[in-house]
Nanobody, 127 residues
Framework: QVQLVESGGGLVQPGGSLRLSCAAS????????MGWFRQAPGKEREFVAA????????YYAASVKGRFTVSRDNAKNTAYLQMNSLKPEDTAVYSC????????????????????WGQGTQVTVSS
């Protein structure tokens, strides 16, 4: 059983940057697709980004493309989400997830396609 722990969240001003980390333990996640989702108060959980096991293929939500970058270090069993040019609407609890799922948009965007979730980390963008 794999456990995922996020870190790196916090309060940042609009236009600022944060880097989230997702450390996996219990087994290697090098064969898993790693994803990031977020949930703002009163809203549905929404897909943010995903990275394939090789680390080469990535996929982003339109709302973050060009501002966020997902990466992974399989040697460290860790995934990352670099968030730049942050906006107030990016405020949410960000959770990482891992799973073996088809690399297609329908699967990547569906929380139910993933197997394991972290507890989440709060990101607040405010002046």
């Amino acid at each position: 059983q794999v456990q995922l722990v996020e870190s790196g969240g916090g309060l940042v001003q609009p236009g600022g940057s944060l880097r989230l980390s997702c450390a996996a333990s219990g087994r290697t996640v090098s064969s898993d697709t790693m994803g990031w989702f977020r949930q703002a108060p009163g809203k549905e959980r929404e897909f943010v980004a995903a990275i394939r096991r090789s680390g080469v293929d990535t996929y982003y939500a339109a709302s973050v493309k060009g501002r966020f970058t997902v990466s992974r270090d399989n040697a460290k069993n860790t995934a990352y989400l670099q968030m730049n040019s942050l906006k107030p609407e990016d405020t949410a609890v960000y959770s990482c997830t891992a799973g073996t799922l088809p690399w297609d948009a329908s699967s990547l965007l569906s929380p139910r396609a993933y197997d394991t979730w972290g507890q989440g980390t709060q990101v607040t963008v405010s002046s």
